[in-house]
């Protein structure tokens, strides 16, 4: 293992290490030498008189305090290198690439203990998924509360010329605001009823209510082909892990089996926003990126 450049870390005061960089001692102004103002949340600098701003430093082999960037949260499939211009980069703090040895020793430590708690964050959120959703998919699942077939006409729909029998989104995530007067089903076997129920009216001739029954998923944006196939996706590890992650944020992974493994945005990694959005086939955070890599098909 290699030895240390480092020797001590600090969160100083930015404002004051900057101005006192260039000196043989700058100041280390740390967080218990701020004070609170009165009435609200901000911590003042009792040196510079300016809003707390912490900066990381480090003290290398050579007693020299430096500092150290956020760490960017794009990395190219192994450790982060030294820029080649380093203190005479034109890119400066959107820089990826590390401007000192200290700097780059620290990201890589960082970056290495990311990958831990992703680890672990993924057995525990694995743990507790089934236990997290059981109740919520024995209720999407039950057939003993199956409300009428939906009176579209009542709800305002008929400018539409076909209308979609499908699960509701909102119901499957929180709570469907409009409660019985939803024209979604808030189950499969509701959505199974209502069909056999189109059909039977669609064979006495009624085609007032003329509908096309979607057998998709609208958290997992996966097709299937027939109630049954939808419930066994709905039952499967896959839905499970969609549906708690879809609740801290993260979007499902690409329908791409091309794919062997994730990279970063592009724009995410510039600290630029994605035009795509949701719409990006690419992780838009480490955690995101790790979500996404369980997925990805295992070599045997």
């Keep these: 293992m290699a030895q240390s450049l480092i020797r001590e870390e600090k969160e100083v005061c930015s404002f004051c290490f900057n101005a006192s960089s260039q000196k043989d001692t700058p100041w280390l102004h740390t967080e218990d030498q701020t004070e609170e103002e009165k009435g609200t949340k901000d911590k003042w600098c009792k040196s510079c008189k300016k809003i707390w701003e912490k900066a990381h430093v480090v003290r290398g082999t050579k007693n020299n305090w430096v500092h150290v960037r956020p760490r960017p949260p794009h990395l190219f499939g192994g450790d982060y290198q030294m820029c080649d211009f380093r203190d005479s980069c ?15 020793e620290v990201w890589n430590r960082l970056r290495k203990e990311e990958q831990r708690n992703c680890s672990c964050l993924e057995e525990q959120n694995r743990s507790c ?86 057998w998709a998923c609208p958290i997992c944006t996966v097709q299937c082909q027939s109630g049954e196939m939808l419930e066994e996706h709905m039952s499967g590890e896959r839905h499970g892990l969609t549906m708690f992650w879809h609740r ?37 955070s480490q955690e995101e990126k790790a979500y996404w890599s369980q997925f990805l098909p295992r070599n045997s």
């Design 129 to 214: 998924i089934e236990e997290q959703n059981r109740p919520r998919m024995e209720e999407h699942q039950s057939g003993s509360e199956v409300r009428p077939f939906p009176d579209f006409e009542a709800a305002g729909v008929t400018t539409c010329s076909t209308i979609k029998l499908q699960l509701c989104r909102n119901f499957l995530v929180d709570d469907c605001q409009y409660g019985q007067r939803c024209t979604f089903a808030h189950s499969v076997s509701e959505l199974r009823t209502w069909d056999a129920e189109m059909q039977q009216r669609l064979k006495k001739g009624d085609r007032r209510t003329a509908a096309m029954t979607s």
């Design 90 to 104: 034109q890119k400066r703090e959107k820089c990826t690439y590390a401007h000192s040895y200290e700097e780059q």
């Design 248 to 284: 801290h944020g993260f979007r499902p992974p690409p329908q791409k089996p091309e794919i062997t493994q994730y990279n970063m945005c592009w724009h995410v990694e510039r600290g630029e926003h994605c035009p795509r959005g949701v719409r990006c086939d690419f992780p838009h």
